[in-house]
């Protein structure tokens, strides 16, 4: 039986042209999908893929307006009985948050697989296609199920709750915390690393169509409760504390988060530093905080989003749900 694939394209760096092959800039999503996979057509990957073009666009212009797109374009292809795979190609500055978010509003029945390329298609080295045809792989195996959205980078499969990417440059810019890959890859071979974990295949929430405004506050030394206070607004719904260490900030801005906390404004306490848990410490009851644990600022961000699209809106339920990521 040949194993059948939708692929959606948002752009990116994997369908990036640079004009020339040591080129130091680039212009992401030049390549439209159809032109794209007649030229991973002849890889002989063993699978029939068929494309639908959702965006065409650097990574860093993702928000609402694609994401409401892209989430029904993947929900009726996993309603189809003849596909066997979803492919995401996306841009890999923002390719975590949309993977996560992905991952927390789509049933684990099938695979759906988020990839991503450093080099544009034209460069030495171009990493997009090794990394397209492990996709295909990856997306082809049954045993894919089961596992939420991954992500597929530099040989290496990753958890959307775990991915990220930690360097700006090169092909193995992304890993995992505080799981590493959850397999190993190559477009001959996979070895996955335990069993699946969504055994319910459930989605873990209904999908929103207008996430509310949550703000990510970065903290650093000296930062004062008036530079916060000017990063809030009336439409503001959550607070992120990209914290310094484990979550940590200047008293005087603790002071002004605990305030919003008691008004009713969910405030997470997340880090800043790039692996590491945030566990709750004593004074996050009086306060009000939530403790991110595993998360960091911007996953941390689409899952309050999520919580708060979805009512719920207590501080101890909140942190049940980061307790579980």
């Known amino acids: 039986m040949t194993t059948k694939i939708t692929v959606l394209a948002t752009g990116g760096t994997i369908a990036g042209i640079a004009g020339s092959a040591i080129a130091p800039e680039y212009r992401a999503g030049e390549i439209g999908i159809d032109e794209y996979l007649e030229q991973v057509g002849g890889l002989g990957l063993g699978a029939q893929l068929s494309g639908r073009q959702i965006a065409n666009i650097d990574s860093a ?35 975590e948050e949309t993977a996560f978010l992905l991952d927390l509003t789509l049933p684990a029945t ?8 450093m080099r544009p298609s034209d460069a030495v080295g171009y990493d997009g296609l090794r990394n397209f045809a492990n996709a295909v792989r990856v997306a082809g195996d049954g045993d894919a199920s089961g596992r939420g959205v991954l992500v597929v980078m530099g040989d290496r499969v990753f958890a959307a709750r775990d991915v990220r990417k930690y360097r700006t440059r090169g092909a193995e810019a992304f890993r995992g915390f505080p799981r ?18 969504r055994q319910d295949g459930a989605a873990c929430f209904e999908w929103a169509g207008n996430l509310p405004e949550v703000t990510i506050i970065y903290a650093y030394a000296g930062l004062s409760a008036a530079a916060v206070e000017r ?22 801005v603790r002071q002004m988060l605990a305030a919003q906390a008691q008004r009713g404004v969910p405030v997470i306490r997340a880090s800043r530093v790039d692996e590491g848990l945030v566990d709750r410490e004593a004074e996050d009851t009086a306060n009000g905080f ?20 979805n009512g719920v809106t207590d501080p101890v339920d909140i942190q049940d749900y980061f307790d579980r990521r």
Not at 180 to 197: C, N
């Open 61 to 95: 212009e993702i928000g609402q307006q694609v994401w409401n797109v892209l989430h029904p374009a993947i929900v009726a292809a996993l309603a189809d009985d003849q596909c066997h795979g979803v492919i995401v190609t996306h841009g890999t500055d923002t390719l």
């Open 290 to 309: 939530i403790a991110a644990r595993a998360l960091n600022p911007q996953k941390s961000r689409i899952l309050l989003q999520l919580l708060l699209a």
């Open 231 to 252: 990063q809030l607004g009336d439409t503001t719904r959550g607070i992120v504390l990209a914290g310094v260490g484990e979550g940590n900030m200047p008293d005087a």
């Open 110 to 117: 099938k695979p759906v697989v988020v990839v991503g390329a």
């Open 180 to 197: 590493e890959s959850v397999g190993l890859v190559t477009p001959a071979s996979l070895e996955w690393f335990g069993a699946p974990w």
